[in-house]
């Protein structure tokens, strides 16, 4: 079973500097003559997406530090909401969180870097 986002850090993401990126799953095999052929590689695709939260005080930052670190050991996924479609989803960190520089002395910006499982 999967971890479960912790309710003390920020639930919301900004959409400024949201990024997805779809997982291509199609072979595309050129024909001799007319169009190209194209088919499924595999069914389930893996999407990556950056998710801006938008200021982790330093208590949030702790926790955050802790939860990628301990609770998910670096590699085990977790559920979160997904930004886009509001479903509860499984995700894993494609890379540590980045903790951006201090915007004040409790405002610290972060981005996730993680990927959709399916």
Same mark, same amino acid.
């Given at each position: =079973?999967?971890?479960? #986002?912790?309710?003390?850090?920020? &639930?919301?993401?900004? #959409?400024?500097?949201?990024?997805? %990126?779809?997982?291509?799953?199609?072979?595309?095999?050129? =024909?001799?003559?007319?169009?190209?052929? $194209?088919? &499924? %590689?595999?069914?389930?695709?893996?999407?990556?997406?950056?998710?801006?939260?938008?200021?982790?005080?330093?208590?949030? #930052?702790?926790?955050?530090?802790?939860?990628?670190?301990?609770? $998910?050991?670096?590699?085990?996924?977790?559920?979160?909401?997904?930004?886009?479609?509001?479903?509860? +989803?499984?995700? %894993?960190?494609?890379?540590?969180?980045?903790?951006?520089? =201090? $915007?004040?002395?409790?405002?610290?910006? +972060?981005? $996730?870097?993680?990927? +959709?499982?399916?």
């Amino acid at each position: =079973m999967a971890a479960v #986002w912790p309710v003390t850090l920020p &639930q919301v993401v900004s #959409w400024q500097g949201y990024a997805r %990126r779809v997982q291509d799953t199609v072979i595309r095999s050129p =024909m001799d003559a007319g169009p190209p052929k $194209l088919r &499924q %590689r595999f069914s389930a695709s893996v999407d990556q997406q950056d998710l801006p939260v938008v200021y982790c005080t330093k208590a949030q #930052w702790v926790t955050l530090d802790t939860f990628y670190k301990t609770t $998910l050991q670096r590699v085990l996924p977790f559920e979160w909401t997904d930004p886009v479609t509001g479903a509860t +989803v499984n995700f %894993r960190f494609v890379k540590p969180p980045v903790f951006g520089a =201090m $915007l004040g002395p409790d405002t610290i910006p +972060v981005t $996730l870097s993680v990927e +959709v499982l399916p």
